[in-house]
């Protein structure tokens, strides 16, 4: 079936460092990506979608680019703050099919002083 | 615009008894998606109505939950004989047609089955 891996459960970085978020899928269609940003207490909220091939998408300083040759749709910024600290998910979608997202298991980002 | 309004926030059931679960979608979205959230199992998907009808059932679990959509404006996920594993977030997320690659949630319903 469908799935989505996120490698990292946990990191830890310090204010003003770079961060990339691991993600790569499998699936048998051609699919939509997203990264979901969920902070504590709150709803998932869409932070970045994408189902253009080698294509990078940006929104609030993160962005990422889909690979299908890779099967991997990585999350990135260039310069963490206080306040990105959350949970992440990368989710897949198939755009011909219900729309049902398929979540990874998410990574817990936490950005220091 | 309110967003996805979900009731109640929180409920607190003993094992056996029912469980109702209220989620208005956005004002016009006709696409409403319903997940639910653990530590363990992280985001699952449950179930997919568009236009009221349901479409795709495939994360329900096959017994005692179940979800409707009588009208535009309200969707129910209901729970009978609630067990602890029932324990979760429950999500609502709702879309326009035609744009169903952005899902906006509601701030879920936390569920305690005691």
């Known amino acids: 079936g469908d799935s989505v891996t996120q490698t990292e459960g946990l990191v830890t970085l310090t204010k003003g460092l770079p961060v990339m978020l691991n993600c790569t899928y499998q699936t048998t269609y051609s699919p939509f990506l997203f990264w979901y940003v969920q902070h504590l207490n709150e709803a998932p909220k869409l932070l970045l979608k994408s189902s253009t091939d080698n294509k990078r998408t940006e929104h609030q300083g993160f962005y990422a680019t889909l690979h299908k040759s890779s099967s991997s749709f990585h999350l990135q910024k260039s310069s963490v703050q206080l306040s990105d600290s959350a949970l992440y998910f990368c989710a897949l979608s198939d755009p011909s099919g219900s729309w049902q997202l398929i979540f990874g298991s998410g990574t817990q980002l936490t950005v220091m002083p | 615009n309110a967003g996805v309004i979900q009731t109640p926030r929180h409920k607190v059931t003993g094992k056996g008894q029912e469980a109702t679960l209220w989620c208005e979608p956005i004002?016009?979205?006709?696409?409403v998606f319903w997940y639910r959230q653990t530590i363990v199992q992280g985001l699952e998907f449950l179930t997919y109505?568009?236009?009221?009808?349901?479409?795709?059932d495939s994360g329900m679990p096959k017994e005692r939950f179940s979800a409707q959509m009588p009208n535009q404006s309200h969707s129910t996920l209901k729970i009978q004989s609630t067990q602890p594993q029932d324990s979760a977030v429950y999500l609502c997320?709702?879309?326009?047609?035609?744009?169903?690659?952005?899902?906006?949630f509601g701030p879920g319903t936390r569920l305690l089955v005691l």
């Open positions: 109505f568009r236009n009221q009808a349901p479409i795709d």
């Open positions: 004002s016009g979205h006709s696409a």
């Open positions: 997320a709702s879309s326009l047609l035609g744009n169903q690659d952005t899902q906006y």
